[in-house]
């Protein structure tokens, strides 16, 4: 059983076995929770996304794909960075979405993290509405098959934790 919990904060002062970046393709950091994880994380998590670069992911890690590093100074074993799609008016891209996620738990299971915390997948600057990507992040990690004990949400604003709470706890009225 996976339980769901909400915090609102920063993802970088959490406590758990892997913390998941919402990174981009080249993995070589930017700006958001990528900047602050890569921040916090020291060089050591740099250092090892140029390695990927180097060798397994020499054109960047594709849009919906996950891969661990070491976690460098947080406060967890492991960094899994995932790539967010970007928004897109006329195009559904809500499948690259929803891989993120299982994408995301299918290498904690690999590496055995039972606690994992997210962040909001491609609602900051790839601009997803949060109400739709808090939907399509609750109904994913509910639907998949994992042995991660906690997911985590961190949410960095008050609107993104309302967001992700009404997914959680439904209202019934
Ligand atoms: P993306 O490019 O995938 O949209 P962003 O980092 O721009 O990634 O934003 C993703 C989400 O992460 C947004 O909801 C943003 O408010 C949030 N965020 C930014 N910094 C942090 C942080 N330190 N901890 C947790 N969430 C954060």
């Known amino acids: 059983m996976t339980t769901l919990t909400l915090v609102r904060g920063d993802i970088t002062r959490e406590s758990a076995d892997a913390i998941v970046n919402a990174a981009n393709s080249s993995l070589l950091g930017g700006g958001g929770v990528d900047g602050a994880i890569h921040r916090r994380g020291g060089p050591a998590v ?98 998949t098959d994992t042995s991660v004990r906690e997911v985590r949400f961190v949410l960095f604003d008050e609107r993104a934790y309302e967001a992700f709470a009404a997914q959680v706890r439904p209202r019934t009225r």
């Open 46 to 143: 740099l250092e090892e996304c140029r390695r990927l670069r180097a060798s397994s992911y020499g054109k960047g890690l594709p849009t919906g794909r996950a891969v661990a590093t070491t976690a460098g100074d947080l406060d967890a074993r492991w960094v899994i960075h995932t790539v967010g799609p970007v928004w897109s008016d006329t195009e559904d891209r809500s499948d690259l979405l929803a891989s993120c996620y299982r994408e995301s738990l299918r290498v904690a299971d690999e590496l055995g993290a039972a606690t994992v915390a997210f962040p909001a997948i491609s609602t900051g600057v790839y601009g997803w509405p949060v109400e739709d990507g808090a939907r399509i992040a609750v109904r994913t990690v509910r639907e």
